[in-house]
């Protein structure tokens, strides 16, 4: 499966960085910062998405357990269409700025891609990590250990969801691990409201619960982000 989107470099100020109301710095493709709106997808009044404070309200709050949780319980980097590309080198190519050569099974070589977390530019992708918006722990936490093994599957590798998987830095990713928005976010000021769109439209798309202190800090970060709006598909 193909992902249908790509990454461009941004340059929105501030807070104000948000799903639908950014500026691009290059005629690079077009970033979609949130899942487009379909049959079942949470909008507002105007059918245009929920604002992210409203859209933060709509998450279910729950107490959060890791009992149980083994990383290996989510299958990684399948090649779901059998095209030689796992999801790991999809993600690479859909997001990246300058296109990597692609040559036999799927090996890339060259591109470049703008890491939004620390907002650095890579031109390596061995230096990229494609990260789970919502960690895979997090996701256990909040739900996933009542899942089957293939649904834990199709949440690992979620190609269809434009904001579930992003290719970032090294450094930031490592750092973040599996914490929450209350206990970590990216280090680039400017990141703040994507990612926090990101993570709720992720969240909202699995059904995944939240626990009170990662609803505060959400709420914290929403305040400052106005024009962010959150459309989802939720997933069967």
């Known amino acids: 499966m193909h992902r249908a989107r790509s990454l461009t470099v941004l340059a929105c100020s501030g807070l104000l960085l948000a799903a639908t109301a950014c500026t691009h710095a290059d005629p690079s493709p077009t970033d979609a910062r949130t899942s487009a709106a379909s049959p079942g997808s949470s909008e507002g009044k105007n059918g245009s998405g929920l604002s992210l404070t409203e859209a933060i309200g709509k998450l279910k709050t729950a107490p959060e357990s890791r009992t149980g949780y083994e990383r290996e319980k989510f299958k990684l980097w399948i090649d779901e269409d059998h095209d ?63 899942w089957t093994a293939e649904r834990r599957e199709t949440y690992a590798n979620d190609l269809d969801a434009e904001r579930s998987l992003v290719a970032v830095s090294l450094g930031p990713n490592r750092t973040k691990g599996d914490q929450d928005p209350a206990e970590w976010l990216p280090p680039a000021k400017d990141a703040l409201c994507t990612y926090a769109t990101d993570w709720v439209t992720t969240k909202l798309r699995w059904s995944l619960t939240a626990d009170r202190a990662e609803t505060k800090s959400l709420h914290k970060i929403a305040k400052g982000c106005k024009d962010a709006t959150v459309t989802h598909t939720p997933t069967p």
């Open 84 to 146: 030689g590309c796992d999801t790991r080198k999809e993600v690479l190519l859909a997001e990246a700025v300058k296109k990597p050569r692609q040559g036999e099974d799927c090996k890339l070589t060259g591109g470049t891609w703008r890491s939004y977390y620390d907002d650095k530019t890579v031109n390596d992708a061995r230096k990229l990590d494609i990260d789970h918006v919502v960690p895979l722990a997090e996701a256990w936490d909040s739900g996933a250990s009542k």
